[in-house]
């Protein structure tokens, strides 16, 4: 069973980020065999004191194994207030999800969903109310997941969602985005519902964005262009907020039953974010 963790929320002294950098859109499958996974997001960095970008890197590798992937809040400088030694002045999902996978004792990717979930709730425990409602959409903060395979070659999909609740002034962290092995998958992020309707092939706009649009090729990768239709599809027809959060080149992974990652695509600078 997964555990849920809650923390009672302290009113601290005012925190000051000087930078907030969100993320938007991941999708995530398994093949109806089960021997590899696709972990498909596109790129727009969206911050709140600058212009956007397309230049995210929201999967990375850990180990040459495993897949961390995220949405949400991703990155966040303090420049001035209270805030701990231990904790620091920057959360960076990324860095925390290298962290956890090196020391590690137990890799399996539930393990590692759980002590990521850990390490963010220690981390925003320190901000005050206001802020934790600025960065929270629908309650949401942010999300992480590890994608691998199990030594018997066994898939594991595992995120952790750290939500905030202003009524109550708790942080709870739980699983989030449904299951990846499953008739349609794991969407998380905006414009899901986009996601959903490709995949669904209910509506005539998703039936012609699928006819003709996939790659010859192995499984995997008629697999890999399906996941990244999908997330153009979000990028091409989201509407208000969502479409300014959605956009850029589309990054996907594939993670084989053999525990070796292989690359659909991806933008060259993100191989640097990888943990070796």
């Not at 596109?42 to 194994?65: M, W, Y």
Request: glycine share 8%; with cysteine; charged share 25%.
């Amino acid at each position: 069973m997964r555990a849920i963790f809650i923390l009672v929320i302290a009113v601290v002294a005012a925190i000051t980020p000087v930078e907030v950098r969100r993320g938007s859109l991941v999708v995530v499958t398994v093949s109806q065999k089960g021997d590899f996974v696709i972990v498909g997001a596109e790129s727009r960095n969206v911050h709140d004191n600058k212009p956007f970008n397309d230049k995210a890197c929201k999967i990375i590798s850990l180990g040459g194994d495993t897949v961390f992937f995220e949405t949400g809040v991703a990155y966040i400088k303090i420049t001035r207030g209270t805030v701990s030694v231990k904790t620091g002045l920057t959360w960076n999902s990324q860095s925390v999800a290298r962290s956890v996978y090196e020391r590690s004792k137990n890799r399996a990717a539930d393990k590692l969903s759980i002590e990521w979930g850990q390490e963010a709730v220690r981390w925003f425990k320190v901000m005050p109310p206001q802020t934790l409602r600025g960065n929270a959409t629908d309650g949401k903060i942010i999300t992480g997941g590890f994608a691998t395979f199990t030594n018997d070659g066994f898939p594991t999909i595992y995120n952790r969602t750290l939500y905030y609740s202003d009524a109550k002034k708790l942080l709870i962290t739980a699983a989030d985005g449904g299951d990846p092995s499953g008739r349609l998958g794991m969407f998380i992020g905006v414009s899901v519902e986009l996601v959903k309707e490709f995949f669904e092939e209910k509506t005539k706009r998703a039936i012609d964005a699928r006819v003709g649009r996939l790659s010859h090729g192995t499984e995997s990768d008629e697999a890999s262009q399906l996941v990244r239709n999908a997330i153009q599809f979000a990028i091409d027809n989201s509407t208000e907020n969502d479409k300014v959060q959605l956009g850029g080149p589309i990054d996907i992974a594939i993670i084989h039953k053999n525990r070796t990652i292989e690359w659909f695509a991806r933008k060259p600078e993100c191989y640097a974010e990888d943990q070796k």
